[in-house]
């Protein structure tokens, strides 16, 4: 895969969004722009445990159906689903059934519930990485971009000490990734200039 690839609109950039017009919008509106909200980083959580093993295109494009089988991703009410529940949505062909990756989306989502509000996005942003961390060469090709970082694994360790399940390291730096908390679009990308961290 190329590091860069430039679309029919002219515009070069990073090359995993290849020809996938879905891709090209994601990588252009969402990832790496900066996420706030407890909600909004619950629902990142849960679709990036349920990508782990399978491509994000895949999630991606299943998006709008687990947001109808989820609630809107709403912590509260997910922290309600029952077993019925847990029965509806092995049943769905729209999401991925995945019977631990359901029962840990419901427990995380109890966890958050608990949480005081706000506390879950305090939390993830404090792992983002500050001054010099944050301030690495910009990724020139794929070999470049890490799937673990020291910020990742100890993201992933506060989290498992609180009980969440599913946010391994791989899995929370995926999310930093595509939440803005680290920024790892390639030299050349036209996102460089207005994603976090500058040139």
């Known amino acids: 895969m190329d590091a860069m690839v430039t679309g029919p609109d002219g515009i070069q950039r990073c090359g995993w969004v290849g020809d996938d017009q879905?891709?090209?919008r994601y990588h252009d509106e969402e990832w790496g722009i900066p996420l706030h909200g407890d909600r909004a980083l619950f629902e990142k959580m849960a679709l990036e445990g349920f990508q782990a093993g399978l491509s994000w295109i895949t999630i991606l494009r299943k998006r709008p159906r687990f947001r109808e089988?989820?609630?809107?991703?709403?912590p509260a009410r997910v922290a309600e689903f029952?077993?019925?529940?847990?029965?509806?949505?092995?049943?769905?062909a729209g999401i991925v059934r995945?019977?631990?990756?359901?029962?840990?989306?419901?427990?995380?989502a109890a966890l958050v519930r608990?949480?005081?509000?706000g506390e879950l996005d305090a939390l993830m942003w404090s792992f983002a990485p500050a001054g010099a961390e944050a301030k690495r060469d910009r990724p020139a090709a794929f070999a470049d971009v890490p799937a673990v970082t020291p910020e990742s694994t100890a993201l992933s360790k506060e989290l498992r000490k609180r009980g969440f399940r599913f946010?391994?390291?791989?899995?929370?730096?995926?999310?930093?990734?595509?939440?803005?908390?680290v920024d790892d679009h390639m030299a050349g990308c036209w996102r460089v200039s207005t994603a976090t961290g500058g040139a």
Request: net charge negative; hydrophobic share 45%.
């Open 22 to 24: 879905e891709y090209r």
């Open 69 to 74: 089988a989820f609630a809107g991703f709403d």
């Open 82 to 92: 029952g077993e019925e529940d847990v029965a509806r949505l092995m049943a769905d």
């Open 98 to 108: 995945n019977r631990a990756k359901i029962e840990a989306t419901i427990s995380n």
């Open 114 to 117: 608990d949480m005081a509000e």
């Open 167 to 181: 946010v391994g390291p791989t899995t929370m730096y995926a999310l930093m990734q595509s939440a803005g908390m």
